[in-house]
T-cell receptor
């Protein structure tokens, strides 16, 4: 079974631009979560989607948004990029939506904002 | 709301020596506990999880952890480490709010030298 895939793996943008990251979950998984990883703040939850609906959202500004498609693939978008948005963005998929369900992580997209 | 504290940011150890990585959590509700490992340029991989039952949990790669409710701890141990165990280790919790959202500690870098 293929794992979680994220594209692109690396991205360089400049301040003020916008970016879209993509995540394909494990086949059959309908829950997708996104996390931001930075050296200073560590791993922080962005949002979770299930069946095309956002179930939960972390404490991030409105510049961060996401969506999920009918095939469970998910995208997240960051508008008006700031230097502080440089991070590794991790996507995780799960076969369920409960707190005990294992989340399977992709390799991440490394975003650098110049 | 819950929080996770990993007391050591870095743990240096010699190959074949035992190691313990410490994790304490704070939560007003019941939690589920996880340990993930992250190798360079990769996503997170689940090592083990505590959901209920026996407080000693065995995971992959020879790791185990013990849940201590009175001390709100979930320390990770391995009796004999290998060079290949060099990686960053994250302790995480989810609660019974109905969401699968993970709250992570800041991570502990395990450095195994020959």
């Amino acid at each position: 079974k293929a794992g979680v895939t994220q594209t692109p793996r690396y991205l360089i943008k400049t301040r003020g631009q916008q970016v879209t990251l993509s995540c394909s979950p494990i086949s059959g998984h309908r829950s997708v979560s996104w996390y931001q990883q930075t050296p200073g703040q560590g791993l922080q939850f962005l949002f979770e989607y299930f069946s095309e609906t956002q179930r939960n959202k972390g404490n991030f500004p409105g510049r961060f948004s996401g969506r999920q498609f009918s095939n469970s693939r998910s995208e997240m978008n960051v508008s008006t990029l700031e230097l502080g948005d440089s991070a590794l963005y991790l996507c995780a998929s799960s076969g369920g939506t409960g707190p005990a369900d294992e989340q399977f992580f992709g390799p991440g997209t490394r975003l650098t904002v110049l | 709301a819950q929080s996770v504290t990993q007391l050591d940011s870095q743990v240096p150890v010699f190959e074949e020596a035992p190691v313990e990585l410490r994790c304490n959590y704070s939560s007003s509700v019941s939690v589920y506990l996880f340990w993930y490992v992250q190798y360079p340029n990769q996503g997170l991989q689940l090592l083990l999880k505590y959901l209920s039952g026996s407080t000693l949990v065995k995971g992959i790669n020879g790791f185990e952890a013990e849940f201590n409710k009175s001390q709100t701890s979930f320390h990770l141990r391995k009796p004999s480490v290998h060079i290949s165990d060099t990686a960053e280790y994250f302790c995480a919790v989810s609660d019974n709010s109905g969401y699968s959202t993970l709250t992570f500690g800041k991570g502990t870098m395990l450095l195994v030298s020959p």
